[in-house]
């Protein structure tokens, strides 16, 4: 079975502080993902790897960054937290790569998520 | 721009009914379309894919269909659980783009 595991359920974060949020997947996947869900926007984009060190924006980067410098793992930096950013983080990988020929059958996996609380 | 809506928003029905869930999306240039499940406070787990050169996919008591063209997909829930509460969602991967889009959910109930 696929397995993608975010380091934590739970964080409480001070306003200000920088906050790393990890993710490792362990089926050799080409893509990650860090998506933000918040009751009634549903799960917005916000950060998404093809490769190691590619990294592209989704739809609300601001306030984040990413690395990938290893495949199986992806990790979101909150650079200096707000209590806007309280929300529950979801990472995900799938297969697929850069050729469309793949991407018809690619899945995406996710994990269990980390519900992080700003104060 | 790619956008998903799932109808209706939350659904409350007594356990032994079938039951549908809808999923529309606006381009109907996509890979697939994923349906997932989410309980309280937790990820999302994969139910089934529908590749977007198939019609319909089924597992267990789940039955899933993509009509492309008209740009629409159905769960189908055969004989309700209370287990089969949760949230369902449904993701297209939209042609040319590595990005899921997601509708907002459906929140079902199933009543002992």
């Known amino acids: 079975d696929v397995k993608v595991t975010q380091s934590s359920r739970y964080l409480v974060k001070r306003t200000g502080e920088k906050v790393f949020l990890e993710c490792v997947q362990d089926?050799?996947?080409?893509?990650m993902f860090w998506y933000r869900q918040d009751p009634g926007l549903g799960l917005r984009l916000i950060y998404f790897?093809?490769?190691?060190?590619?990294?592209e924006k989704g739809d609300i980067p601001e306030g984040y960054s990413v690395s990938r410098e290893k495949k199986e793992r992806f990790s979101l930096i909150l650079e200096s937290a707000s209590t806007n950013q309280t929300s529950m983080y979801l990472c995900?990988?799938?297969?697929?790569?850069?050729?469309?020929?793949?991407?018809?059958?690619?899945?995406?996996?996710f994990g269990q998520g980390t519900r992080l609380t700003v104060v | 721009k790619q956008e998903v809506t799932q109808i209706p928003a939350a659904l409350s029905v007594p356990e032994g009914e079938n039951l549908v869930l809808n999923c529309s999306f606006t381009?109907?240039?996509?890979?697939?379309l994923q349906w997932f499940r989410q309980d309280p406070g937790k990820g999302l787990t994969s139910l089934l894919l529908?590749?977007?050169?198939?019609r319909e996919q089924t597992s267990g008591r789940l039955n899933a269909s993509l009509d492309k063209s008209s740009g629409r997909s159905t769960l189908y829930i055969a004989a309700s659980q209370p287990g089969d509460s949760a949230t369902y969602l449904c993701a297209v991967l939209t042609s040319g783009t590595y990005k899921y889009i997601f509708g907002t959910g459906t929140r079902l109930k199933v009543l002992a």
């Open positions: 089926m050799d996947h080409e893509n």
């Open positions: 790897s093809y490769d190691v060190k590619m990294k």
């Open positions: 995900a990988s799938s297969t697929g790569g850069r050729f469309a020929s793949r991407l018809e059958n690619t899945e995406a996996f």
């Open positions: 381009d109907s240039a996509i890979y697939n």
């Open positions: 529908i590749q977007s050169s198939q």
